[in-house]
C-alpha cells in the first residue's frame, strides 16, 4: 500500500517567516514528488515538482527531496497571508503516472 | 494560460439517479483523469484516459462509473443509480507526456 503521510497541522507562521511543510512516503520505489496548494473548496494547483535528490528552487518556494530517508519538504520564504491552504504533497512510483495524495497540511500565515 | 474547464460547477440530483460531468481539457493534453475529494479527506484517483481508452483505475472506479471522450474536446464521468456516498467534489485533471496534472475547478456533486 502506498502512502503518502503529512502533518494535517495546522500550521501557523507569521508573515515574513519560512513555512517549513513536511511530507514522507511509504513507497521506497517513488520517482516524482508534487506539491500543491489548495484553497479552501478550490480545486490543488500545482506548485512545484521535483524528480531528484537535493532541492529545486522557484521564486519563494523550494522542494526538498531526501530517497534516502524517504523525505520531501516544502520551504516558502517571506510568508504572505495570501499562502494560507492546504498544502497537498504527492508521489509517483513503480512506474505509474497517478500521483498518490496526502491528506495535505493546513497553513495559517497570520498578520 | 490554458484551462481545464469543468461544468457544472454544482449538481444536485436525488439518489439513484444517473448524473454527467463534463471537462474540457486543456488541448494539446493527451492524457485525462477524474479524481475525486470528500468533504475534509484526501484527493482520491479514480480514472485515468489515454488514446481513447482506459489506461489506469482504482477501487473506487467500479461498475457504477464510466468514462466518454465523445468527441475531440470533451471528457466525461458518468455516474449510474448515484449513492449518498457519491457526494463529493469531482476533478478533471489533464497532463502532457510525463508532465504534472493540472486540474480543473471540480463539481460539487450533492447527492439528495
Known amino acids: 500500500q502506498k502512502e503518502v503521510e503529512q502533518n494535517s497541522g495546522p500550521l501557523s507562521v507569521p508573515e515574513g517567516a519560512i513555512a517549513s511543510l513536511n511530507c514522507t512516503y511509504s513507497d521506497r520505489g517513488s520517482q516524482s514528488f508534487f506539491w500543491y496548494r489548495q484553497y479552501s473548496g478550490k480545486s490543488p494547483e500545482l506548485i512545484m515538482f521535483?524528480?531528484?535528490?537535493g532541492d529545486k528552487e522557484d521564486g519563494r518556494f523550494t522542494a526538498q527531496l531526501n530517497k534516502a530517508s524517504q523525505y520531501v519538504s516544502l520551504l516558502i520564504r517571506d510568508s504572505q497571508p495570501s499562502d494560507s491552504a492546504t498544502y497537498l504533497c504527492a508521489a509517483t512510483s513503480g512506474g505509474s503516472y497517478i500521483p498518490t495524495f496526502g491528506r495535505g497540511t493546513s497553513l495559517i500565515v497570520h498578520p | 494560460e490554458p484551462e481545464v474547464t469543468q461544468t457544472p460547477s454544482h449538481q444536485v440530483t436525488q439518489m439513484g439517479q444517473e448524473v454527467i460531468l463534463r471537462c474540457v481539457p486543456i488541448?494539446?493534453?493527451?492524457?485525462f483523469y477524474w479524481y475525486r475529494q470528500i468533504l475534509g479527506q484526501k484527493v482520491e484517483f479514480l480514472v485515468s484516459?489515454?488514446?481513447?481508452?482506459?489506461?489506469?483505475k482504482s477501487e473506487i472506479f467500479d461498475d457504477q462509473f464510466s468514462v466518454e471522450r465523445p468527441d475531440g474536446s470533451n471528457f466525461t464521468l458518468k455516474i449510474r443509480s448515484t449513492k449518498l456516498e457519491d457526494s463529493a467534489m469531482y476533478f478533471c485533471?489533464?497532463?502532457?507526456?510525463?508532465?504534472?496534472?493540472?486540474f480543473g475547478d471540480g463539481t460539487r456533486l450533492s447527492i439528495l
Open positions: 484516459f489515454y488514446n481513447n481508452e482506459i489506461s489506469e
Open positions: 488541448s494539446n493534453h493527451l492524457y
Open positions: 485533471a489533464s497532463s502532457e507526456v510525463n508532465q504534472p496534472q493540472h
Open positions: 521535483i524528480y531528484s535528490n
